[in-house]
Antibody, heavy 119, light 111 residues
């Protein structure tokens, strides 16, 4: 079955960077877009970026352009999301999700990675 | 401020039919399928309906959608207590290199 397993919780200081990984299994990695979505406490999901694992092409929400970098390693079916210049506003659960082409259909989600930014 | 607009709350009694609206623009809802997600407390969002009216395995047919121009609606018939959750709409948007946009969410309360 399709599984997306994310790396563990992180605690970072303001100004630092964080990298979250998402390892996919149960399907052909390069056949499906992978998305990153975050959810701050008490807020709704906020879409951040997608990557086409086949080509490496990415797209970022305007808000995150320049602050987020999404990459992938096809040899280990893993995608990475790096967020830089962290502030307390970046404290959130970060999810990866498998998408279907150029749609908003995110059918499988990882378990989420809690990133806490605190001095 | 979310790109897609949803009412913050909705409510109904068991057995009732409730609807949740989602309003967007020509670059998203007006051009692309709307997808709906259900989120229970402490869990990841779960895909509820995609491609306008397709349900993943296990989602009951009490959930349905309708679309009109740049708006969409999720309807839940035969409301059950287990339907109490947050509901989000999402769509592809043609801006930039193609992005996904979410609604701000609707908290459904079963009275």
């Amino acid at each position: 079955q399709v599984q997306l397993v994310q790396s563990g919780a992180e605690v970072k200081k303001p100004g630092a960077s964080v990298r979250v990984s998402c390892k996919a299994s149960g399907y052909t990695f390069i056949d499906y877009y992978l998305h990153w979505v975050r959810q701050a406490p008490g807020q709704g999901p906020e879409w951040m970026a997608w990557i086409n694992p086949r080509s490496g092409v990415t797209s970022y929400a305007q808000k995150f352009q320049g602050a987020v970098t999404v990459t992938r390693d096809t040899s280990i079916s893993t995608t990475y999301m790096e967020l830089s210049s962290l502030t307390s506003d970046d404290t959130a659960l970060y999810y990866c999700a498998r998408g279907y082409g150029r749609t908003g259909r995110l059918q499988q989600w990882g378990q989420g990675t809690l990133v806490t930014v605190s001095s | 401020q979310s790109v897609l607009t949803q009412p913050p709350s909705a409510s109904g009694t068991p057995g009732q039919r409730v609807t949740i609206s989602c309003s967007g623009s020509t670059s998203n809802v007006g051009s692309h399928a709307v997808n709906w997600y259900q989120q229970l407390p402490g869990t990841a969002p779960k895909l509820l309906i995609y491609s306008n009216n397709q349900r993943p395995s296990g989602v009951p047919d009490r959930f349905s959608v309708s679309n009109s121009g740049t708006s969409a609606s999720l309807a839940i018939s035969g409301l059950q207590s287990e339907d109490e959750a947050d509901y989000y709409c999402a769509s592809w948007d043609d801006s930039l290199n193609g992005v996904v946009v979410f609604g701000g969410g609707t908290k459904l309360t079963v009275l």
